[in-house]
């Protein structure tokens, strides 16, 4: 791997730890994007030269996704707008399609506010029945309370690999030979782990996966479904016939090369730089918890935990001044999903974990990545601990 500092669009005056919620662009993915916004720009529908030149840039970015996932055929692999839309996709489009033979589906407490949401969708417009599976407190799903969830009427099972917020990495493999046992659809939300963890759809032996350039160094608006042949999808946009048909609408090839591009870059680093960011994150821990007092690790610790993720309650304090305080230094850090700014409400993880309210919105995320190093860890360290010495002294 060639110097990380140097791959990135990285303005050395900010110190970004906030890596889960979205990650600067490579520059090697910018420069092959620079190609299709200049050169290769035409509508890979048209039929002239130019539409199959990029026609056939879609197919190869299409083998690289299917690479990167371990799918057996390029084909199933359906490019979207980002996750949000490709959770949007499988979970409304399966139901739809497979509603005669069943209107319940079975979800966690603490997924994305795009399966949630979906979810909540189906059951409020056309009569689905939903189980929330709940979670112990470090964030995982019982495989025996999936069993006892499943009824004669259930159609999809839709558990992400690993959470947004804390970092827990579920037993996908074990909860998708559950559902396959049941003859039951199995999709996961993997925008958080397909960054940081090996992914084969393969060998989990999930129907369905999601996934998001953004998160990996590629662009943003693009991501990617994978949907195992054979499975029937009702499209949830009305339009063209891109996609096989299954979502409408012209491609953005640029963003989809510049998603390839970054995924094989991923793909031939992941090992080496999932070292890189755990060896970061556990010296920031360590140092954290030898130098600030009165503070608790959510989520999980050991291997069942994303690389990257370090989620922090500061007894006493509430999260959002910890981040207005951190910002005036330069430095970026969140208080949950990205996807959730705005909401005053608790986070809906943590009070899944058996949190209470004042402790949940005492919660900071802490998300490494590539653009990191030691220095501006402790650069982190000595601003995080003069903030919490500061807003402790106002009490």
């Known amino acids: 791997m060639k110097e990380d500092k140097n791959q990135m669009l990285n303005n050395n005056e900010i110190y970004y730890f906030d890596h889960a919620s979205t990650t600067p662009l490579r520059k090697e993915v910018k420069t092959v994007m620079e190609e299709f916004y200049s050169n290769k720009f035409a509508n890979p529908a048209s039929s002239h030269f130019l539409g199959e030149k990029s026609e056939r840039a879609v197919?190869?970015?299409?083998?690289?996704?299917?690479?990167?996932?371990?799918?057996?055929?390029?084909?199933?692999?359906?490019?979207?707008?980002?996750?949000?839309?490709?959770?949007?996709?499988?979970?409304?489009?399966?139901?739809m399609a497979y509603a005669e033979q069943g209107k319940h589906?079975?979800?966690?407490?603490?997924?994305?506010?795009?399966?949630?949401?979906?979810?909540?969708?189906?059951?409020?417009?056309?009569?689905f029945k939903l189980s929330y599976l709940e979670v112990d407190q470090e964030g995982f799903v019982n495989p025996k309370d999936l069993k006892k969830s499943i009824r004669d009427d259930t159609i999809l099972i839709t558990i992400m690999t690993a959470n947004n917020e804390i970092g827990t990495v579920q037993a996908?493999?074990?909860?998708?030979?559950?559902?396959?046992?049941?003859?039951?659809?199995?999709?996961?939300?993997?925008?958080?782990?397909?960054?940081?963890?090996?992914?084969?759809?393969?060998?989990?032996?999930?129907?369905?996966?999601?996934?998001?350039?953004?998160k990996f160094n590629g662009p943003k608006g693009v991501g990617a479904l994978y949907l195992k042949s054979g499975i029937k999808l009702i499209p949830q946009q009305s339009g063209g016939s891109q996609e096989r048909k299954r979502r409408a609408g012209s491609l953005n090839v640029t963003g989809i090369a510049g998603m390839a591009a970054a995924s094989k870059l991923l793909r031939e680093e992941l090992v080496t730089k999932v070292k890189k960011i755990k060896a970061l994150r556990d010296y920031f821990i360590k140092r954290v918890f030898s130098e600030i007092d009165n503070?608790?690790?959510?989520?999980?610790?050991?291997?069942?935990?994303?690389?990257?993720?370090?989620?922090?309650?500061?007894?006493?304090?509430?999260?959002?001044?910890?981040?207005?305080?951190?910002?005036?230094?330069?430095?970026?850090?969140?208080?949950?999903?990205?996807?959730?700014?705005?909401?005053?409400?608790?986070s809906h993880v943590l009070k899944a974990i058996s949190a209470d309210e004042k402790s949940a919105k005492s919660a900071v995320r802490f998300t490494f990545g590539l653009a990191n190093d030691k220095s501006q860890i402790d650069y982190l360290i000595d601003n995080l601990k003069d903030t919490v010495r500061h807003l402790r002294s106002l009490k």
């Open 59 to 95: 197919e190869n970015a299409r083998e690289e996704i299917a690479l990167l996932l371990g799918a057996n055929k390029a084909e199933e692999i359906i490019f979207t707008s980002g996750g949000t839309e490709a959770d949007n996709l499988i979970i409304k489009g399966i139901a």
């Open 105 to 127: 589906i079975i979800t966690s407490s603490i997924e994305h506010p795009a399966v949630i949401e979906s979810c909540k969708y189906l059951e409020k417009h056309l009569g």
């Open 172 to 214: 996908i493999k074990e909860l998708a030979e559950i559902a396959g046992e049941n003859n039951i659809f199995f999709h996961s939300d993997a925008v958080q782990a397909v960054p940081q963890m090996q992914v084969d759809v393969e060998e989990l032996g999930v129907d369905a996966l999601s996934v998001s350039a953004h």
């Open 295 to 346: 503070i608790t690790l959510n989520g999980p610790e050991g291997e069942n935990r994303l690389a990257n993720n370090a989620n922090l309650t500061f007894e006493g304090l509430a999260g959002e001044a910890i981040l207005y305080n951190l910002s005036l230094k330069k430095i970026a850090v969140s208080t949950g999903s990205a996807c959730a700014s705005g909401s005053i409400s608790t």
